[in-house]
C-alpha cells in the first residue's frame, strides 16, 4: 500500500494515525505500507534557498510553521494546505496504527539544497555521484531532517 499525499493533507494526528490503521486493515499480512510526508523543515530549507526567508512576511509564516507543522495556503503559502512532520512523527503513528516501521528514507537528502544540482542531474556522471552520495545518507537519523520529503515504510504483520 503507497500513500503518497494524505498523511500531509490530514493536519490532526488523530486522522493520519486512522488513515494509517486503514491502510493496516486492506494490506495482506506482512504485506507493506508506505507513506509520504513533508519535512516540517522543509519550508524554512526551501525559503533559505530561495532567498524568500529575508522577507519579513515569508519568514514569520515559515517560523510559525516550523513551530506548529501547519501550512497554511491562505496565509501566504506557496503550496496548498498540509502538515509538516518531524522526522520521528510518521514511525510513531505507523506504530500506533499497529504497523511494524521497517525503515525510513530522505527523498532529496541535503542534495536538493545545493545550487547547482539541476545542471548536476543533467551530467551523467554527476548524477550517478550525486544519487549515490544521497543512498549513502538516505536513512541517517541525523540527516533525516535536511530533506524535503520523508518515505517511512512498515508491513502488517499477521
Known sequence: MLLLGPLYHLPERADR??????A???VRPGGPVVAATINRFAGLHDMLRQELYFTAEHRARVDREREEGRHVSEDGGLFTTAYFA??????????????AVTGQYGLEGVAWLMGGIEDW??????????????RRIESEPTLLGTSGHL???GRRDA
Request: glycine share 2%.
Open 24 to 26: 493496516r486493515r486492506v
Open 151 to 153: 518515505l517511512t515504510a
Open 17 to 22: 494515525v486512522r488513515a494509517l490503521s486503514e
Open 121 to 134: 542531474l543533467d551530467d551523467p556522471d554527476r548524477r550517478e555521484a550525486v544519487l549515490a552520495a544521497t
Open 86 to 99: 518531524p522526522p520521528h512523527e510518521a514511525p510513531e503513528e505507523f506504530t500506533d496504527a499497529g504497523l
